[in-house]
């Protein structure tokens, strides 16, 4: 089942695919295996980017298809760890898997509210995630990463509007396989994963997976003696395939629980003096605590700790029609996480915040996928989900006007019809069109429960959207694509579920997101299929951009979302790869991303801010807000590039010596959406290198890697807790697992 335009794709052979792919595939798999692919003609890369299985050059989408050895090559153990292998995915640290926030291109969403979805969807084997925090845990037993960059509303629904990150795992084989991997670090980290695969009978096959990860942190705590920002966390993964005629059925069961001493927020800044030598801050116990980038030393009274537990169910049929297949997969979901922070960061009990989740979801999906071999395709589709989430919350604290103690819960009722159509121009153009209407009901229920008497708040609304795609693709002699393409995106309208929730937010939801895509792409090789690239250049417009602030000049810092006026971000990506010899692979990948809001009034204003600095107090409102029209979004770095190399060189007919090699840069970003000048991290340049020994037929290999080879400390977010309780300036900072060097080993065993 292949287009009319394939046959000019294989007279190509492999020479056009996604390049930083490519060439960390080729740094990651044996010799022996890239000759084999060769042999066969099917070393192309098949995606599932447009819900169907197909070369990633059919897809006129920006997709980075990421494939297994891509990842264990670049050390990805866990969701932020993508990062390293896509320029235009930033992650911001929230301190625990509920605040943690992503986003594609500059956007994302960072909210406290329960009820606010992810502008970037993560899906794992055809199941969204209802929650962005469920995604932040160990990628296990991984096929393939596809990164799709910019809205795709169209086939993946109504909180994709800044793009998805589509997870896959490995399938059941019709042989006996498996494999086990060991590593151990310096700074005493222990990790464990493997999986077996094999037949149940003549059409049948299972895969069960599973992985052990042990690590104390990296952040003393000075009062009671701990070791923070660790995780203790194991799972497993069991995928049974079996084919019954014309039908095919996969179960899916997935289970996983970590315990996380959490995140803690160190000292970055802590003013002790004014200009005239007076004391400032006097209450901040700094004994033993030097303030400053790298500073991983804390005095909390209460260690943080989080602890989840995720259950995740799948059963898809696929149906043999003749003239199409037919898709069925349901699927639940089960969320839980707990958690207990020290929000005052001293040593003695003055402001302690306990908070649990739990997130639940039904999905059932029903699609039609036609063959491609004629010049006429389609995918039609329907799909409903029913998700819940509850929020417990309770702030104990000496200030009696921060105390706080609510449930929650947030409803989410999605119908949907979908469709995508593709015809064949030529046998070398294709026009690509769909579209997709959406229909949501959300509610909302919030008790506080401070009084005797606790004060119940409901609300309820709905709202129907539509989203579409046009996009044409063309295909030159020589293994050349470009595609064009329009898009439109949509995020639903939600409740700001947060501590001061009353009956006018639950009368009031915010408004829904929207989002206008252009994009053009270019993919093709070079010096006789040695080298091979992809550039991407794209236009995008959001409309009522959903966004978490905080006013700052209250005696209580109240969190607030709003619906920015709009923004826009625009850019250009590009991966590439040269190999100028059978044992050395070149590689490199950028993103330049202009982030930058374009109407926004009514801002909020960061601490301190005069006047002459922008921060005038609203006649209507009486607060102080700003205008922050033509500034940048919070963490989006300007450019972000990594380069790197593979090098392998046999020693001896069975065994083999290889060198890996990788440096990662990003500008400098912003944490604050105010603009803050305080809350800037400087660019940095992190490199990574491994070298080890392999048997060719990959039965084992042995390698020793280190982590920032060069010592650079840097902070993965940046937050001022200055405020009218203490004087200026108080800075905190979250250090990420690597902000400092660490080396380990790892052994890998296979049959």
Request: hydrophobic share 35%; aromatic share 10%.
């Amino acid at each position: 089942m292949i287009r009319t335009v394939r046959p000019n794709l294989k007279n190509a052979g492999s020479a056009i695919a996604t390049a930083g792919v490519l060439a960390l595939a080729a740094m990651a798999a044996p010799a022996h295996a890239q000759d084999q692919a060769a042999e066969a003609d099917d070393s192309v890369i098949l995606v599932t980017a447009q819900k169907r299985e197909q070369n990633i050059l059919e897809v006129p989408v920006a997709v980075s298809a990421i494939g297994e050895d891509v990842l264990d090559a670049a050390q990805v153990n866990d969701f932020e760890d993508l990062t390293l292998v896509s320029p235009s995915l930033t992650i911001t640290s929230g301190g625990s898997q509920a605040g943690h926030s992503i986003a594609l291109r500059g956007v994302g969403t960072v909210s406290f509210s329960t009820a606010v979805e992810s502008s970037v969807l993560v899906v794992v084997d055809d199941v969204a995630l209802l929650q962005a925090g469920q995604a932040f845990s160990s990628i296990s037993d991984p096929q393939r990463v596809e990164v799709l960059r910019g809205p795709q509303g169209t086939l993946f629904g109504k909180n994709a509007s800044a793009g998805v990150v589509n997870i896959v795992t490995q399938d059941p084989t019709d042989y006996f396989t498996g494999y086990g991997q060991f590593s151990l670090t310096d700074d005493q980290q222990y990790r464990a994963e493997g999986a077996i695969s094999g037949p149940l009978n003549d059409n049948g096959g299972f895969r069960v997976s599973g992985y052990f990860s042990d690590y104390d942190g990296y952040i003393d705590n000075l009062t009671t003696g701990s070791t923070l920002g660790g995780e203790n966390t194991w799972g497993m993964r069991g995928k049974v395939r079996q084919e019954l005629g014309d039908v095919t059925f996969t179960l899916i069961a997935d289970y996983g629980e970590a315990t996380d001493s959490m995140l803690p927020d160190t000292y970055l800044r802590v003013d002790t003096t004014d200009a005239d030598g007076n004391p400032l801050n006097e209450d901040y116990a700094l004994a033993g605590i030097t303030p400053g980038f790298g500073n991983n030393v804390v005095r909390n009274d209460t260690d943080r700790f989080g602890e989840s537990n995720q259950l995740v169910t799948a059963l898809k049929a696929d149906i043999d029609l003749g003239f199409a297949t037919l898709s069925s997969i349901t699927s639940f979901q089960d969320w839980t996480y707990n958690s207990t922070n020290d929000q005052d960061g001293e040593p003695v009990p003055t402001i302690r915040q306990d908070t649990t989740y739990n997130a639940k979801q039904f999905s059932q999906e029903l699609r039609l996928t036609s063959p491609t071999d004629g010049v006429f395709d389609y995918i039609v589709g329907l799909y409903f989900a029913d998700g819940s989430t509850d929020r417990t919350f309770v702030r104990t604290t000496t200030i009696p006007p921060i105390r706080q103690n609510w449930d929650s819960t947030a409803d989410t009722t999605s119908y949907a019809a979908f469709a995508q159509l593709g015809y064949d121009i030529t046998p070398d153009t294709l026009v690509t069109l769909g579209g997709r209407v959406n229909h949501e009901k959300i509610g909302v229920y919030f008790a506080d429960n401070r009084g005797a008497t606790p004060i119940e708040y409901t609300g309820d609304d709905s709202e129907t959207a539509v989203t579409g795609k046009l996009a044409l693709q063309h295909f030159f002699g020589g293994g050349l694509m470009a595609f064009a393409s329009v898009a439109t995106g949509y995020k639903g309208q939600a409740y700001d579920i947060s501590s001061g929730f009353d009956q006018r937010r639950a009368d009031n939801p915010i408004a829904s997101e929207s989002s206008m895509n252009y994009e053009i792409g270019l993919s093709g090789s070079a010096l006789g299929g040695d080298a091979q690239f992809q550039l991407v250049g794209f236009w995008t417009d959001y409309d009522d951009f959903q966004a978490q602030g905080v006013n700052a000049q209250l005696l209580v810092p109240q969190f607030e979302l709003t619906n920015v006026g709009s923004l826009r971000t625009r850019g250009v990506e590009f991966e590439g790869a040269y190999s100028p010899s059978d044992n050395l692979t070149l590689f490199a990948s950028a993103a330049y991303v202009d982030a930058r809001i374009r109407e926004f009034p009514d801002a909020q204003c960061y601490f301190g801010q005069t006047e002459e600095q922008g921060c005038v107090v609203d006649p209507e409102t009486n607060q102080p807000v700003q205008d922050i029209a033509g500034e940048k979004l919070g963490n989006s770095p300007d450019f972000k590039f990594n380069v790197g190399f593979n090098f392998d060189q046999p020693i001896t007919p069975s065994l083999a010596l290889f060198l890996q090699g990788n440096y990662t840069w990003q500008s400098d970003v912003n944490f604050s959406l105010s603009q803050n000048p305080r809350t800037v991290q400087d660019s940095y340049g992190i490199a990574n290198a491994a070298i080890g020994i392999q048997d060719p037929d990959e039965n084992w290999r042995l390698s020793l890697f280190v982590n920032n080879l060069f010592d650079k400390a840097y902070a993965s977010r940046i937050i001022d807790d200055t405020n009218p309780r203490n004087d200026p300036f108080v800075l905190t900072q979250q250090l990420p697992r690597n902000y400092t060097r660490y080396i380990g080993v790892r052994a890998r065993f296979g049959f």
